[in-house]
DNA sequence: GTTGCCGGGTC
DNA sequence: GACCCGGCAAC
């Protein structure tokens, strides 16, 4: 797949001169605030709580432009364009296919989204609720979505950071996060699988992010700092080891004391007058180091 | 070689 | 716990 992606992204011009691939954190944080918790047009139709039982089921489409800002208008246009083979609805319970991707946004917008097909001109929201049957690129990445429920974080693995730049193949983790529950779900999504000074590492990001901003805007900076944290962090792995209690057997002989010992003070002779534990060839208690 | 004392044994 | 000592390592 990031092969695929890496292919189609050299061999487009398009893409290549496109300011919408850029993969900035900062900018990202936009889209988020604008967002709205459902979908534009929905006219409440949209229901998050039964969206989450089945993975299948599209995600909070993004608003168009953050859409555009993520894929790139180009990438939009590029796959429109290369659309061939069948369609299928993804709209949960529903599961049309056509032949036409046309006829598939029609069908989205008309049945799901509840917009006039003909009067209202396709932003692209469309695309997320339905998949190219097809295509060997949207059913892997509908695998992906599948497996990337709620954390980014869990849902990257750590091992391939040079992907990065293959945000968007993971939106669908990301495009869920508008509706996920306030930033104290981070401290406490997953608190067995975090060490507790990782653990504790995170509460304290949290309790920051809460603190400086409270409402959207942290939460807007949740998602779109998820990147950074797939930064290697060696510091945390090495804090999940077991902390090492001192070896009693392991420790060193301690260096022997320049006071004079009861041995030395006394001489052999009077060792009557030594302490008990020079007598017993123990630590000398008299005269301490 | 001398010295300090740890580790272990015996009572 | 009291007492003793083999043995190691620093000096």
């Known amino acids: ?13 398009l893409l290549l001169g496109a300011p919408g691939v850029t993969f900035s954190t900062e900018p990202c944080l936009e889209p988020w605030r604008e967002a709205p918790v459902q979908p534009p047009g929905s006219g409440g139709g949209w229901d998050p709580a039964s969206d989450q039982s089945s993975p299948s089921t599209p995600s909070p489409p993004l608003p168009p432009e953050a859409a555009h800002f993520l894929f790139g208008e180009s990438a939009l246009r590029k796959r429109k364009s290369s659309l061939q083979g069948l369609f299928q609805c993804l709209w949960k319970r529903c599961g049309k296919v ?20 003909e009067l209202e001109q396709s932003d692209g929201e469309e695309d997320f609720y339905y998949t190219e049957l ?8 509908d695998g992906l979505s ?18 990065e730049p293959l945000e968007p193949l993971a939106l669908p983790s990301l495009l869920r996060l508008p509706a996920m529950p306030p930033p104290p779900v981070l401290s406490t999504t997953s608190p067995s699988q975090v060490c507790p ?4 590492h995170q509460v304290g990001k ?5 603190q400086g901003a409270q409402g ?14 797939l930064e290697p962090q060696p510091t945390p792995v090495r804090a999940c080891a077991p902390a090492l209690p001192a070896k009693p057997s392991a420790n060193p002989r301690k260096p022997r004391g320049d006071a004079k010992k009861c041995r030395k003070v006394y001489g052999m002779d009077h060792r009557d007058l030594w302490c008990t534990a020079c007598r017993w060839k123990k630590a000398c208690q008299r005269f301490l180091d």
Do not use: E, K, N, Y
């Open 146 to 163: 599948g497996l990337t429920p709620g954390s980014p974080t869990a849902s990257v693995p750590p091992a391939f950071p040079h992907l």
């Open 98 to 117: 056509l032949s036409s991707a046309s006829g598939m946004q029609r069908h989205i917008r008309l049945v799901h989204l509840g917009r006039q097909a």
């Open 197 to 200: 000074s990782d653990h504790a």
């Open 1 to 13: 797949m990031a092969a695929t992606a890496l292919t189609s992204l050299s061999t487009s011009p």
């Open 134 to 141: 097809d295509s060997g690129m949207d059913s892997l990445t």
């Open 206 to 210: 949290a309790a920051g992010s809460s």
């Open 216 to 229: 959207h805007s942290s939460a807007s900076s949740q998602g779109c700092l998820a990147p950074v944290r």
